[in-house]
C-alpha cells in the first residue's frame, strides 16, 4: 500500500530535550515535506526538500532541523523543544519536483512541557 | 505579505450545493490547489487549477480566476461525509517558490440532515 509513515504518533516531552519524528514514504516520491498545524493557522510548512541532500527552509523553520540522506525518509529533528513547538506534525510527499498534489503521513501530535 | 483568505464555517444541508471561496495575495503564484481534513485526519488531496478554469472531478469543482487572485470549491450533492475541513493552498507562495506550498487557514463545512 502507497503511503507515508510517521512515528511516532504521539510524543509528550520536556523542554530541552531532543527528539525526532521520522518520516517514510514507499512512492518512490522525489518531494517531501514537513508542515506543522496550528488552531487558526492552517498548515505551516516547515521545511522541504526536492531529493537526496537536497534541502530548504519553508515559512517556520525557526527551532528545526532536517536531513535526507535517503530518498525514502525525510527525519525533523527538533534540538532543543520548547512549549511552542507543541502542535501536530505533517510529513507529506510528492512525486516528482512540483508541490501542489501532496500525499500526507497520519500527523504526529508533540507536547512540549 | 502574504495571505490567503478563506471563510472559517460553512453550513448546509444534504443534497444541496456549497461553494467555498479562496482570496489570495501572495509573492509568486504557479497554481492553486485544495484539500479536505477530517477531523483528526490527514490533509489529502481534491484538485489543482494552474490556469483559469473549472475543473471538474465528479461532485467536486474547483474554479480559478488569476487575474482576480480569487478560487473557490465547489461541492454538489453534499453528503454528511463531507463535513470536514478544507484548505485552500498556493503553490509558490513561500517566497514565490514554485516548490513551497502555503496554505489558507482552512474552511470547517457542516452538512446537516
Known amino acids: 500500500e502507497a503511503q507515508v509513515t510517521q512515528n511516532p504518533r504521539y510524543l509528550i516531552t520536556v523542554t530541552g530535550k531532543k527528539l525526532t519524528v521520522t518520516c517514510s514514504q514507499n512512492?518512490?516520491?522525489?518531494?517531501m515535506s514537513w508542515y506543522r498545524q496550528d488552531p487558526g493557522l492552517g498548515l505551516r510548512q516547515i521545511y522541504y526538500?526536492?531529493?537526496?541532500?537536497?534541502?530548504d527552509k519553508g515559512d517556520v523553520p525557526e527551532g528545526y532541523k532536517v536531513s535526507r540522506k535517503e530518498k525514502r525518509n525525510f527525519p525533523l529533528i527538533l534540538e532543543s523543544p520548547s512549549p511552542n513547538q507543541t502542535s501536530l506534525y505533517f510529513c507529506?510527499?510528492?512525486?516528482?519536483?512540483?508541490?501542489?498534489?501532496?500525499?500526507f503521513g497520519p500527523g504526529t501530535r508533540l507536547t512540549v512541557t | 505579505g502574504q495571505s490567503l483568505e478563506q471563510p472559517s464555517e460553512v453550513t448546509a444541508v444534504e443534497g444541496a450545493i456549497v461553494q467555498i471561496n479562496c482570496t489570495y495575495q501572495?509573492?509568486?503564484?504557479?497554481?492553486l490547489s485544495w484539500y479536505q481534513q477530517h477531523d483528526g485526519g490527514a490533509p489529502t488531496f481534491l484538485s489543482y487549477?494552474?490556469?483559469?478554469g473549472l475543473e471538474e472531478t465528479g461532485r467536486f469543482s474547483s474554479f480559478l480566476s488569476r487575474s482576480d487572485s480569487y478560487g473557490y470549491l465547489l461541492l454538489q450533492e453534499l453528503q454528511m461525509k463531507d463535513s470536514a475541513s478544507y484548505f485552500c493552498?498556493?503553490?509558490?507562495?513561500?517566497?514565490?517558490?514554485?516548490?513551497?506550498?502555503?496554505f489558507g487557514s482552512g474552511t470547517q463545512l457542516t452538512v446537516l440532515p
Open positions: 493552498a498556493v503553490r509558490g507562495g513561500g517566497a514565490g517558490s514554485a516548490r513551497q506550498l502555503t
Open positions: 512512492m518512490n516520491h522525489e518531494y
Open positions: 507529506a510527499s510528492s512525486i516528482g519536483t512540483s508541490s501542489y498534489e501532496q500525499y
Open positions: 526538500s526536492m531529493n537526496v541532500e537536497v534541502t
Open positions: 487549477n494552474a490556469l483559469d
Open positions: 501572495t509573492s509568486g503564484f504557479y497554481g
